[in-house]
């Protein structure tokens, strides 16, 4: 029968015999070697004693484990972008920071978004602090760099706080307000923080190469901190839809028109007729351009209403992205002066400003203390130079001056200890050796008395060497030493102004002699008490613009204030024309590898909009505790039960 089986099934057949075959040759040596069935019961033995311990072993490791999982349980771990692992803390800091520029160029529309790039800023900081809500929030914003206390996020955007978040037409120094912010931070003893810088990054406002020094400051402060503050720089991108800007170069006055001549600049490289809404005095009229891409220079003539000595004009472009930067505002009328009086108590001085100031043919009369106490023709209109200690009661007939019209231009006295006056107090004398003289490093290009010149060529401001200064404490400053202190200030009283400088003329203490900064500077302050400022114009958010407190609004807003907002002011019988900076039209941003290379600090990092519930979201791991010793105690029971063996045989048992 065998032999009709497939060799397969032969096969199978074997294979199924082959375990009973061996089984039963090793009952029959067992019962032959009786001393062989002994060695295999005891290796038997002690191979299931092995077993039971790593049982044992493997039953305490899951105990363990089980116990360890409660502990991280009950500790409520968390896990963040900002941790490798987890952490069994939530990392909170003590207090949020939002430094927000509330620069011009922040009112432009962001990219994906019908919201301006700063409210963009508040919403992504709003959604910021979620992710701490026990941390304190506070903002410091580029206007008037004072620390704000948010009680609620959603207030951010309302309109009761426009004044301290809502829209400027200013400009902005980020390394410097962040500085203000960390030195903030360290007289109040923060021990953690979280500082977000919420800006455009547009070129102006950082001043990469001007502010060098901040910025490495800045990076110390804090690496110094070892992680414990942290600065995160949200960079908001701007659509890229139409928009034009315009600003007035000039202006020229003729006993019948008023010429301004225009800069329009557009970010498409299209031409069109664009019509310009011009209003003389609250007059509207229209006139139509034939635009140019990318920019176009224009001279509109505008005819001067009659028996109208003085007065406003407004410039519109047509609505398009970014409406902040469409208008332009202008003031005519002259204002001849009819002589410069000059008061030193320096003989060097007197002869080197008397120089400077006569230059265009204009009369200068030098005075001693006497004569200027007396003089009554020091009327309003006057442009003084004075330098020396001068107390009352001249000090008071210079304010009065100044309040009345008059622009007094102050040099400091030769004292080793400080000076007050009404006009300006002093700071005490410094001095510096001739191979470390202090330098000037900031000031405004743009606009004012230490502008470029026409042919766009810089004043030579860091060439000049200064070994002795007195600083002025009163007025705004126009530039900075490197050190950060004043080296030149303006302080509007009434309808006059007052100009500080912190050195003088003489070789002893500084080059400022060799005229290539005196010289234009004075020739400046002269033609800007001559001619009308619509030619110079003052910019929102300037120094003049702080001073001015008591202005009323012409156009805009009956709130509005020249600090915040462009326009026409009046003031003291006078109209003043305040508009966009100049620099807030550049639209040139930099990169962060600027930035990086100056600071590298891996405390200092950057993420775009959109991003912060990414980089700041934290999850709680509980759960997953939870589940993991759920499943340590299941797999301690189940090595805890006895063997089957054990079990059968105590089943069978007797």
Known sequence: MISFLQP?????????????????????????????????????????????????????????????????????????????????????????????????????????SNLSLREKALREFGTISKAWPNSRLFCIETVFAEPILIDDPDTLGKKEMTDFFGPTDSDANLPRTINQALEWLRETEVKSAEIIVASDFQSSSWQISENAKVLRKISEVVAKREGMWKIRFLKLEPDRSLNRSMRAQTVRETDQSILPTLFIRSNQNSNESIGVEVRVDGTLSLIDFNFTAPQSVWTPKLSRPAQSPSGWITLSLPADASSSDNSHYLTYGKTDREKISLLASNSEVRRVLEAAASLQGDEVSSLSVSEATNETDLGAGKLILVQGNFEEPLGKKFIAMVEDGATVVLFPPELKESFRSDAQNWAPLESIDENNAFSVSQWNPDSGILADTSSGQNLPLPQLEIFKRKIPMLGQALAYYSDGKPFLTRRVLGKGIIYSFSTLPISSWSSLAEGYVLVPSILRVIEEGRSSYAKYGFDCGGPESRELTNAKPITGNPSDQPSLRAGIYQANGRLFAFNRPTQETNPESIVPAELNEIT????????????????????????????????????????????????????HAP
């Open 8 to 112: 397969t099934a032969l096969l199978g057949l074997i294979l199924a015999l082959t375990p009973i075959l061996i089984h039963l040759l090793n009952l029959m040596r067992h019962r032959t070697q009786p001393w062989a069935a002994m060695r295999f019961i005891r290796q038997a033995k002690k191979f299931s004693s092995r077993f039971s311990k790593i049982r044992r072993w493997l039953t305490l490791l899951a105990r363990v484990l089980a116990i360890a999982s409660l502990v991280f349980l009950l500790a409520r771990p968390i896990t963040s972008p900002d941790h490798s692992l987890f952490s069994f803390s939530p990392n909170e800091p003590e207090l949020t920071l939002l430094v927000l520029d509330r620069s011009a160029s922040m009112e432009r529309t962001c990219e994906g």
């Open 600 to 651: 590298g600090n891996p405390h200092l990092s950057w993420m775009g909009a959109d991003e912060s519930e990414t980089v700041f979201k934290q999850s709680e791991l509980w759960r997953f505790f939870l589940i993991l010793m759920i499943i340590l105690l299941l797999a301690e029971s189940f090595l805890g039960l006895p063997p089957a063996k054990a079990q059968r045989a105590k089943y």
